[in-house]
């Protein structure tokens, strides 16, 4: 199964510099709840910007065009079709988790799409792309617990590609 996962703010911004542009610890325990077990995909540029460090408990799977790029830990691979490829022999799930062309490239072939709604606005550089929701179908909405820790109101979303 492959499904896509990410957090924005209302206006669908995903990223600044690299970072989140906000702080919820909800949304990063969901994200962490969600994929451990299982493998997670990003592009080199997410992963860099994450200081290079794998994610406990996951195995990486790191998108990139450059032939020579190598990282102990993490399998790279260089096209859409070998990804799609593993994820139909894994037994586990397979979560797509950015940046913004490495979510382009995939929500195509995605089961099930999860995302956290920020209501907020903020500032940063990168912007969920534009899909083509027609496929999916909202299943569930979950509105995230504000406290102290967690001042930003949230929702929690899935959607499941219909038929």
Known sequence: ML????A??????????EKLPWHLPNDLNFFRKTTEG?????????FEGMGKRLLPKRQTIILTRNQEYHVPGAQVMHTVSEVLDYA???????????GANV?????????QLYRTVIEG???GDRHFPEIDWSPFEKV???????DEKN???????????KG
Request: charged share 20%; glycine share 8%; hydrophobic share 30%.
């Open 3 to 6: 499904i896509a996962i990410w």
């Open 8 to 17: 924005q703010d209302q206006n669908g911004l995903i990223g600044k510099e």
């Open 38 to 46: 299982h493998t997670v995909v990003m592009g080199r540029t997410t």
């Open 88 to 98: 139909k022999s894994s037994d586990t799930t397979t979560f797509i988790t950015g």
């Open 103 to 111: 979510y382009q490239q995939f929500i195509p072939y995605c089961d």
């Open 121 to 123: 606005e903020f500032t």
């Open 140 to 146: 569930a909405s979950r509105q995230g617990d504000v």
């Open 151 to 161: 001042v930003y109101p949230h929702v929690f979303e899935t959607f499941q590609r």
